[in-house]
């Protein structure tokens, strides 16, 4: 059988266990330029979330369907001359065991590293750390690099590929565990806990020479704290606004920004980690090599069984992962 999550309905407000429906189903047959994959790890991600809110840089989840998200799994049967029984590949087949998918929309990795890295820091998850760090933030020796969400998939990330740069690595996140963890395992010069209140004083305090590079997963008060800390010439990596995705509806924006931006000179650039797969392959080995040789810890936060799935994602917005959060199968 092929045991499945559909996206029930949309979330009122934050999502809970009835947002998805189990189901079971007869196994997919490939059809003719088609490969079977057998789904190994699924990638949890906030932006699963953002996807029941409506369009985004892709089409809103429509109730019914099979819960969307990124997944790494093995060829089973293939219909397709490029791919043979036992390919790993990667690709957006969402929360199935099994899936008869168009080769096309499968990426064959080649790489030899565990699931466990696969499905994170060695694929979008350091790519979205590296290209957004390095291609948009531009972070120099010796800059203040600020960066939200610190202690999840992509801030883990962001952190190490900074302190590599030469830079001053600070990062906030939920808790002071967290925190301390940041500066005492990955190498952070300081750590504020947002969730404590006070998080510009917070922030000042520990960012005396002001913020180069600020890279924003959150949005919300610490985007807003960030805003008024910025250096001259500041960039502000617009990655994702995950304090935003699980409302009825995102708080207005504040009223002050265009203001700062004018006279810190600032520049906002949002991306997505697409944009940059052209060099997909040579950032994949640089992050591959950091990772052997020991330069960059991959934290993965690993939850076993497809069951688990709704839970895992919820956790997200409650902060209970440290690093890459997904579900083993
Ligand atoms: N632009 C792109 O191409 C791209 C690609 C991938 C991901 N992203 C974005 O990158 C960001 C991080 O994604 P990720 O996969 O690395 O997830 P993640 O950071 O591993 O998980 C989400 C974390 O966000 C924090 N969080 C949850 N609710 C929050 C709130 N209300 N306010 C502040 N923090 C909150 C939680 O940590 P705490 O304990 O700190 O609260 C949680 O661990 C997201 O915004 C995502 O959409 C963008």
């Known amino acids: 059988m092929n045991r499945q999550w559909?996206?029930?309905k949309q979330p009122q407000g934050k999502?809970?266990?009835?947002?998805?429906q189990w189901t079971e189903t007869a196994i997919p047959a490939p059809r003719e330029g088609e490969a079977l994959v057998?789904?190994?790890?699924?990638s949890l991600d906030p932006a699963n979330r953002a996807w029941m809110m409506g369009k985004t840089y892709r089409d809103a989840l429509e109730p019914g369907q099979v819960m969307s998200g990124f997944a790494i799994?093995?060829?089973v049967e293939s219909k397709s001359g490029g791919l043979k029984t036992g390919d790993i590949v990667e690709g957006d087949w969402g929360w199935q065991d099994y899936a008869a998918m168009p080769a096309r929309r499968l990426a064959k990795r080649t790489t030899k590293a565990p699931f466990e890295l696969l499905i994170g820091p060695l694929s979008v998850t350091g790519l979205t750390a590296y290209f957004g760090l390095l291609e948009v933030g531009r972070p120099k020796p010796g800059?203040?690099?600020?960066?939200?969400?610190?202690?999840?998939a992509v801030g883990t990330m962001v952190g190490q590929i900074a302190k590599l740069a030469g830079c001053r690595v600070v990062g906030t996140a939920g808790g002071q565990d967290k925190c301390d963890w940041l500066v005492r395992d990955l190498g952070f010069d300081a750590a504020v806990d947002y969730k404590a209140g006070g998080v510009?004083?917070?922030?000042?305090?520990?960012?005396?020479?002001?913020v180069d590079v600020y890279f924003d997963?959150?949005?919300?008060?610490?985007?807003?704290?960030a805003l008024s800390l910025m250096n001259l010439r500041g960039r502000i990596v617009c990655c994702g606004n995950v304090s935003q995705y699980d409302v009825e509806k995102p708080a207005p924006g504040p009223m002050a920004v265009p203001g700062l931006v004018v006279t810190k000179r600032l520049r906002l650039e949002g991306f997505i980690v697409m944009d940059f797969y052209d060099q997909r392959a040579e950032a994949e080995a640089r992050l591959a090599r950091w990772?052997?040789?020991?330069?960059?810890?991959?934290i993965v936060d690993i939850v076993d069984g497809l069951d688990k799935a709704p839970q895992a994602l919820i956790g997200l917005f409650e902060g209970r992962n440290k690093g890459k959060m997904a579900v083993r199968i």
């Open 73 to 75: 799994g093995e060829v």
């Open 15 to 20: 999502i809970g266990p009835d947002t998805f």
């Open 6 to 8: 559909l996206y029930a």
């Open 217 to 225: 997963n959150t949005g919300g008060p610490v985007l807003e704290a």
């Open 291 to 298: 990772v052997e040789e020991g330069k960059i810890k991959a």
């Open 200 to 210: 510009y004083r917070a922030l000042r305090a520990v960012c005396p020479t002001g």
């Open 143 to 152: 800059d203040t690099v600020l960066v939200s969400a610190a202690a999840g």
């Open 38 to 42: 057998r789904t190994r790890m699924l």
